[in-house]
């Protein structure tokens, strides 16, 4: 026998001279029909029980590795000469579609074992506050609904109560007027994208984009074959004379626009929705933020002026409760509703529905809308906090781009100086004292980047802000400029100027 086996300690021996045989077969270090010692042989080599090295075969026997022959002993099967006669250089699989090897990250994140101490990341929200014994409640009920009800699978569209909450949700307070039977619910707001992507999309179709956008759902739309157009956005949101003539899907984000923050105006609304009636193309509406506006009267969804149906209305609860929650919900034209259903299906049948039954308590008891009229008024100050920073102090550097909702915002990099902003070399010196901020380089597309920083306000308390933004004065008072970013410093006999929409 060709393969040495060892024994550590005396437990697992069944299961150590198990592996070392199954891997000494596989590797071809055990050709195929060789024989093995017998099971007494073994045993007295190996110092173990008879039964041992008996069991071990039997197991090897049963999983087709071993074969016995009645008088002659036991052998490696024949069957493994498949694995044993494999080249060293061969390739088990094909590589990947090369979309994917040179697809970039989707959003900036922090480094794997970096957790700067102030994080300004987008779309977190502040868990502190959830009201964690009232959604306990909620579970334990789901549990008890799943625990009667048979064994199954259920509706790809999701749960009847949720979908019914959702409804009811969406009515009062996004003007969005639907039936429940009209709601598919979906692992947030990401899968919606990849279903009507799915859906709606063939190879080489036309998806225009704002620009700068949302990269999640650029890359959604690359892998469903799509050829993605950036469109201009200016300060009432996407430029509807720059659509391609061509496009069978426009995405975009009105309420809050993604990442600048200024939402699209009336006039542009009424425009977009009748360039895709006259051209029989679908907007998807992406409400990802839109609960939270803290400035002037709440602008109407995209989805409230279709007349037509052309619009598909994706939200998500990630920026109302949690990111980890993963549920969102798609309110797609009628045309559409029944391929979307079966997407769904093939895609994962149906969500999680003890976490959905949870979620529709907790929406339908009252604690939801609770919950988001106390966050309100929390993000509301957390905004008005972080802003005293931009407009007062930090001026010199940072100009914060105007918006009316969300739980983030945009401050551009100021051109102090002769070279250009240095997006990178900001955040590396906000790093460097443990503050975490993101660019927003990586989400343009079609026009060169504007340095600047998309600094999320959800998921740091007031306190934590002034802290975190007291450190980050001091550091560019204080600290000499990093290699390439002499530029940060301000000119102090200049003043600084109001900051633009592009």
């Known amino acids: 026998m060709n393969v040495h086996l060892t024994i550590e300690g005396r437990h697992g021996l069944a299961s150590q001279i198990y592996r070392q045989l199954r891997a000494g077969i596989l590797d071809g270090r055990l050709a195929p029909g060789e024989r093995l010692p017998s099971t007494r042989e073994l045993a007295t080599q190996l110092g173990v029980s008879r039964k041992t090295t008996l069991d071990v075969f039997e197991r090897l026997t049963a999983e087709g590795y071993l074969r016995s022959r009645t008088g002659e002993g036991t052998f490696v099967a024949a069957t493994m000469t498949r694995r044993g006669n494999l080249p060293t250089h061969a390739t088990a699989l094909q590589p990947a579609d ?9 959003l900036p994140m922090r480094q794997e074992g970096v957790s700067p101490q102030y994080d300004f990341m987008g779309g977190v929200t502040e868990k502190r506050l959830f009201p964690f014994d009232q959604w306990r409640r909620c579970v334990s009920h789901a549990v008890r609904v799943q625990a009667r009800a048979p064994a199954g699978y259920r509706d790809p569209a999701g749960e009847p109560e949720l979908r019914l909450a959702v409804s009811r949700y969406l009515a009062l307070s996004r003007a969005v007027v639907s039936n429940w039977h009209d709601v598919i619910m979906t692992q947030g707001a990401q899968q919606a994208l990849n279903v009507l992507g799915r859906v709606v999309l063939r190879p080489g179709d036309v998806v225009a984009m704002e620009d700068p956008g949302y990269p999640p759902a650029r890359m959604s739309f690359k892998a469903a074959g799509a050829r ?108 559409l509703a029944q391929a979307l259903r079966r997407a769904k299906q093939t895609g994962d049948w149906h969500s999680c529905t003890l976490t959905q039954t949870a979620l529709a308590k907790f929406m339908l008891d009252g604690y939801f809308a609770k919950h988001l009229r106390r966050m309100h008024k929390e993000y509301a100050a957390r905004r008005a906090a972080l802003r005293r920073w931009l407009d007062h102090e930090l001026s010199p550097w940072l100009a914060p781009l105007p918006t009316s909702a969300g739980i983030h915002l945009v401050a551009e990099i100021r051109p102090n100086g002769m070279k250009p902003p240095d997006e990178a070399a900001f955040i590396a010196r906000a790093g460097a004292a443990s503050i975490g901020l993101y660019g927003i380089g990586g989400m343009f597309a079609g026009r060169p980047p504007r340095a600047g920083l998309l600094m999320g306000y959800g998921g740091l308390s007031i306190e934590e802000i002034d802290t975190a933004m007291q450190r980050l004065l001091d550091t560019l008072q204080g600290q000499p400029a990093l290699p390439g970013a002499a530029h940060l410093l301000p000119n102090r006999h200049t003043r600084p100027g109001r900051a633009a929409i592009p």
């Open 228 to 335: 993605v157009v950036p469109v201009p956005v200016d300060a009432d949101g996407i430029v509807v004379s720059a659509l391609p003539a061509d496009a069978r899907l426009i995405y975009v984000t009105p309420s809050h626009q993604f990442p600048l923050g200024m939402p699209m105006s009336l006039e542009r609304r009424l425009a977009l929705l009748d360039w895709a009636q006259r051209r029989g193309a679908l907007i998807v509406e992406d409400d990802y933020d839109g609960e939270f506006r803290f400035e002037g009267r709440p602008m109407d969804s995209l989805k409230s002026l279709d007349h037509d149906g052309v619009v598909a209305y994706v939200g998500t609860f990630s920026k109302t409760i949690f990111p980890e929650l993963r549920i969102g919900y798609l309110i797609p034209p009628a045309s």
């Open 98 to 106: 090369p979309l994917w090897e040179s697809m970039p990250d989707a």
